[in-house]
């Protein structure tokens, strides 16, 4: 049974920072490409950043370009989304997503799917 386990949300003030990590089990977590998607109310669930099996390849949405990064460790089947500056409309739920395929970008290239961690940014 796949598990993806999100931690590290919270409520924090604009110009803080968080590092979120997801947590893999039940998959070959090296030979899957691993997402960080959001959703905010009312909103389509956006990837924000995604990155490679090898870590090789990384890609980010650009509304959060130079402020987020993501990194894996496959040793520990552990994804991470490292998270500065934050804004106001990162508010979102987060999610870590599992690809199968080399490299994924849009919701259906994911297989797997966390349950997800609260961002919550204050003005």
């Known amino acids: 049974q796949v598990q993806l386990v999100e931690s590290g949300g919270g409520l924090v003030q604009a110009g803080d920072s968080l590092r979120l990590s997801c947590a893999a089990s039940?998959?070959?977590?090296?030979?899957?490409?691993m997402g960080w998607f959001r959703q905010a109310p009312g909103k389509e669930r956006e990837c924000v950043a995604a990155i490679s099996w090898n870590s090789g390849r990384t890609n980010y949405a650009d509304s959060v370009k130079g402020r987020f990064t993501i990194s894996r460790d496959n040793a520990k089947n552990t994804v991470y989304l490292q998270m500065h500056s934050l804004k106001t409309e990162d508010t979102a739920v987060y999610y870590c997503a599992a690809s199968g395929l080399p490299f994924g970008w849009i919701i259906y290239d994911y297989n797997y799917w966390g349950q997800g961690t609260q961002v919550t940014v204050s003005s």
């Open positions: 039940g998959l070959d977590f090296s030979r899957y490409a």
